[in-house]
């Protein structure tokens, strides 16, 4: 199984937060691959909508997106780091996502009441959203969450699981709460 | 009163978010107050078009962030807008109030509901008074259109209440709220109008054939 970890920390996190994701990953039976954002040339999304209706699945601007949407099309487990910014994704963490609109067809059709972009790709994916913040904050948390599971149902990925952790506290609760999102994960495939 | 509009589509002026901004904009210019507008796109191009957005925040009233839905949130670039004041605010000597509106092309507007909560945590954070938002679907039925004639009748009057309320310091109105939400078309028309809108591009740059290409892997195309 892979895994593939977009790091849209810049090096902000828990003393080894990202060093237990990729230790307890690997235990669990995944190739873990990890993706420095912070030292990736991508540009913000132009809104253009090329991906869909130019280069149909490929952004239209050439830098390191494209091979990062490769990447995160052949992986099993998605997982994105990062503090969380105004309750939300690092600005590094978001021009990535931004930019891999192309895994998505431009139609919309509706699923379960609501409307959504159909997946491009017929795979069977799992996410893992992990955000740090300096301290408990539940309103931070709250929205965080909420955006996790959003994004979870537009990416049409059915298995997902959300890690909070904090500065402030020990590593080993880091720990406890990645070995529990990757056993409801791994408990469900 | 002083406001600045903020449009974060990089889509700028032929964008949905400025022409929703720009109309709010407007009616708060006839009822008195000095406004202004700035693109992110350019601004956030070097750090004079950096500084200069900076200046202008810190001598608003008001701030309006009109921006479309990205990844159910907001765009990158406007996360790089509120990196910029968190870091810069603090020189400050006031902070401006901060009202946003939000267009996605999903008919329901609640989709949007999480990029609205960003908004307002970025506001607790930069110690900005939250003055609320506006959230409207559908904004294809908008792209390359006026706000001043068409569907928008609810949309037109809700940026009029909103304009108002925010002219005399006073919140977005749930009346607003709720008349910006609504859709300017029935669903099915505008899904059936949206995909077919897709063909038909696709097809003007020769790409009908290919519009469900899987490039990055080596599974047959649908």
């Known amino acids: 199984m892979k895994a593939l970890l977009l790091d849209g920390s810049n090096g902000m996190g828990v003393k080894g937060t990202k060093a237990i994701l990729e230790k307890e990953l690997g235990s669990a039976g995944f190739e873990v691959t990890v993706i420095d954002l912070a030292g990736k040339e991508i540009a913000d999304c132009k809104g253009c909508f090329g991906c869909w209706v130019r280069t149909p699945g490929e952004c239209v601007i050439k830098d390191d997106a494209g091979p990062i949407n490769r990447q995160l099309m052949q992986t099993d487990l998605i997982v994105l780091y990062t503090p969380i ?25 509706k699923y379960g009441g609501e409307v959504h972009h159909p997946l491009r790709y017929d795979i069977e994916q799992k996410l893992m959203v992990v955000g740090v913040l300096r301290d408990r904050d539940d309103e931070a948390q709250r929205c965080f969450t909420e955006l996790a599971e959003r994004n979870a149902l537009n990416m049409h990925i059915g298995s997902a699981a959300v890690v909070l952790a904090y500065l402030s506290e020990g590593e080993n609760l880091t720990r406890i709460a990645v070995k529990e999102a990757i056993f409801k994960l791994v408990g469900e495939l | 009163m002083k406001a600045v509009l903020l449009v974060g589509s990089p889509k700028g002026t032929k964008s949905v978010s400025d022409a929703l901004g720009t109309y709010l904009n ?15 796109n350019e601004q956030l191009r070097d750090q004079t078009g950096e500084d200069a957005l900076m200046a202008k925040m810190s001598c608003s009233d008001i701030v309006i962030l009109a921006f479309p839905l990205y990844y159910d949130s907001i765009p990158s670039k406007v996360i790089k807008l509120m990196d910029l004041v968190a870091e810069a605010s603090p020189k400050w000597e006031r902070r401006p109030a901060l009202a946003v509106i939000v267009n996605s092309g999903f008919p329901e507007a609640e989709q949007s509901g999480t990029a609205l909560r960003i908004c307002r945590l970025f506001a607790r954070d930069a110690d900005m008074e939250w003055k609320g938002g506006l959230v409207m ?19 037109r009057k809700a940026l009029v209440l909103a304009a108002d309320a925010l002219n005399e310091g006073k919140a977005v109105p749930d009346e607003a709220r709720s008349m910006m939400a609504k859709k300017p078309i029935m669903t099915w028309l505008y899904l059936m109008a949206a995909n077919r809108s897709w063909k038909e591009q696709a097809k003007e740059n020769g790409v009908l054939g290919k519009l469900y290409d899987r490039p990055y892997s080596a599974t047959k195309k649908k």
């Open chain 2, 26 to 40: 407007e009616r708060m210019r006839t009822n008195g107050a000095e406004v202004d507008r700035m693109y992110l």
């Open chain 2, 137 to 155: 679907g559908m904004g294809m039925v908008l792209s390359g259109r006026s706000i001043g004639g068409g569907p928008f009748r609810h949309q």
């Open chain 1, 85 to 109: 910014t105004y309750g939300g994704y690092s600005y590094d963490l978001k021009k990535a996502l931004d930019r891999s609109i192309c895994r998505s067809l431009p139609f919309m059709k």
